[in-house]
C-alpha cells in the first residue's frame, strides 16, 4: 500500500494517549510490582480497583489495573481535546457503522467507547479528576520514577486498516519497517504530540488485536540498571525480559521491557527525539537491518510473539 499523507485537519482533535486498563489476578502482588517496585502513584484504590499514575502526570490515572479471573487487557485510553471534539469523534466513529456508546467511568468525565478499524476497544474522554503533579516533590521518587504514559504497541494482522484509519484521524507516520525486500510496511509507528509514537502497530497472528505494551517515560539511563536490581531484590528479577539497552531502530530510546505479575509488558525508557515539523517525511526501516543493528542483542522470541488479548475482565 502506499505511504499515505498527513491529515493535518482532521474530523477531531486526539491528542494524546491517555490510560490503559489491565486485567490483573492479585491486585496486591499487582500493586507490589508496580507500586513498591516500579514506583507508579496511586491516586485512588478500592478493593476492586487500583488507579496509577506517573510522577509528572497531573490526571487522575495513566494505567488502571482491574482485579479480574484471566489478564487481558481491557481497553486503550485517548484524549481528545474539548468536549466539543468528543461528540464529533461519536458522529465520526457512527458514521463509519463503529457503534460508539456512552459509558460511565469512574474519575472520568463523559467517555466514548469504541473500537477501531483493528478492533482495538477505545475509551476516549475529554478531561478526569486531577491530581497534584509530584515531579518537584523528590521525596515520592522511587523505584524507577515513571513520569508519564508515553505510547502503546498493538499486535494485529491488519496493520494496513490501522495505518490508513489513524492517518484519518491527524495522526502522522514518524518511521515504518518494511520486510526484506518489500517496500510494504510491516510495523508502523504514528504519532499526534511530536515525538516518534503514540501507538504503534506491528504485525500478530489474529484474528483479534494483542497489546504488546504500554510504555512509559523515566528520568535517567541508570533508572533502567537500578530497576533491574530492585526487581531481583524484590524477587521480580524473572520479570525483566528485554533489556536494558537502545533501539538502533526506530525512536532510538534507551529502554527495559518487564513483564508484571500476569505477564502485562511495560516498557520503561527516558529518551526519543522530536518529529513536529510540517517538512518531517517518515522513516523507513528495513527489518534484518533493525535486529542486527547496534550493540544489543536480538530481542527474545517471547518479545516478538507474546502479548496480551483484549477482552473483558470476569
Known amino acids: 500500500m502506499a505511504i499515505p499523507r498527513p491529515v493535518f485537519r482532521p474530523p477531531f482533535n486526539m491528542p494524546r494517549a491517555s490510560h490503559v486498563v489491565l486485567a490483573v489476578k492479585d491486585l496486591k502482588e499487582s500493586k507490589r510490582f508496580y507500586v513498591d517496585a516500579l514506583g507508579f502513584v496511586v491516586s485512588s484504590e478500592d478493593e476492586n480497583r487500583l488507579y496509577l499514575r506517573g510522577l509528572e502526570e497531573g490526571c487522575h490515572h495513566s494505567l488502571v489495573l482491574e482485579q479480574g479471573g484471566k489478564p487481558s487487557a481491557q481497553h486503550i485510553g485517548f484524549r481528545v481535546l474539548t468536549e466539543e471534539d468528543l461528540d464529533a469523534a461519536e458522529a465520526f466513529f457512527r458514521d463509519l457503522g463503529h457503534r460508539p456508546t456512552w459509558v460511565e467511568v469512574p474519575h472520568q468525565a463523559r467517555t466514548l467507547r469504541v473500537s477501531d478499524a483493528a478492533g482495538v476497544p477505545l475509551d476516549i474522554c475529554a478531561s478526569m479528576e486531577t491530581r497534584p503533579r509530584l515531579i518537584l516533590q523528590s521525596s515520592r521518587f522511587s523505584g524507577a520514577c515513571p513520569q508519564r504514559l508515553d505510547h502503546f504497541q498493538i499486535l494485529t494482522p491488519h496493520v494496513d486498516r490501522a495505518l490508513e484509519f489513524y492517518t484519518r484521524l491527524g495522526f502522522r507516520l514518524s518511521e515504518y519497517i518494511t520486510q526484506d525486500g518489500s517496500e510494504e510496511p510491516s510495523f508502523v509507528f504514528l504519532q499526534r504530540k511530536g515525538n516518534p509514537h503514540d501507538i504503534v502497530f506491528a504485525p500478530g497472528p489474529g484474528p483479534g488485536p494483542l497489546l ?3 510504555a512509559f517515560t523515566i528520568p535517567e539511563t541508570y533508572h533502567l540498571m537500578f530497576i533491574c536490581d530492585l526487581l531481583a531484590e524484590m524477587g521480580f528479577g524473572r520479570s525483566v525480559e ?11 530510546a534507551r529502554f527495559v ?3 508484571d505479575p500476569d505477564g502485562h509488558r511495560i516498557e520503561l525508557f527516558n529518551t526519543h527525539y522530536q518529529t513536529i515539523d510540517i517538512e518531517d517525511e517518515p522513516l523507513k526501516w528495513e527489518m534484518a537491518k533493525v535486529l542486527a543493528g547496534g550493540w544489543a542483542p536480538p530481542p527474545p522470541q517471547s518479545w516478538m510473539t507474546e502479548a496480551a488479548p483484549f477482552g473483558a475482565a470476569e
Open 212 to 214: 504488546h505494551h504500554a
Open 257 to 259: 521491557y518487564l513483564r
Open 242 to 252: 528485554y533489556g536494558p539497552a537502545r533501539h538502533f531502530a526506530p525512536g532510538y
